[in-house]
Nanobody
Framework: QVRLVESGGGLVQTGGSLRLSCTASESISSISGIRLMGWARQAPGKQREAVATITTRGTTAYLDSVKGRFTISRDTPKNTVYLQMNNLNPEDTAVYYC?????????WGQGTQVTVSS
């Protein structure tokens, strides 16, 4: 089964930027039935919410509160999906999880912490 490894989290001040990376353990293009990859986040005491997704055709979608600030992209030869996060605010503080959805289900990464100080 494919594994997803996130990196790039950390501590940043309000208004700052971070870029998260998610690398798959095998070729994304060879995964049978793959539909999309994305990022979700979970803040303390809150439910996990989808932040951004990118389909196999490159169509993107975003949570309303991050539109215009976050950008999801992928580098297929590197089996990597990115989340560029700009103009961060304390409400963006959460553990960010990469995920891959295919016909057989959803695979999650281990998560990376993003903390935005005021």
């Amino acid at each position: 089964q494919v594994r997803l490894v996130e990196s790039g989290g950390g501590l940043v001040q309000t208004g700052g930027s971070l870029r998260l990376s998610c690398t798959a353990s095998e070729s994304i293009s060879s995964i049978s039935g793959i539909r999309l990859m994305g990022w979700a986040r979970q803040a303390p005491g809150k439910q996990r919410e989808a932040v951004a997704t990118i389909t196999t055709r490159g169509t993107t979608a975003y949570l309303d509160s991050v539109k215009g600030r976050f950008t999801i992209s992928r580098d297929t030869p590197k089996n990597t999906v990115y989340l560029q996060m700009n103009n961060l605010n304390p409400e963006d503080t959460a553990v960010y999880y990469c995920n891959l959805r295919s016909d057989i289900g959803t695979t999650w990464g281990q998560g990376t912490q993003v903390t935005v100080s005021s």
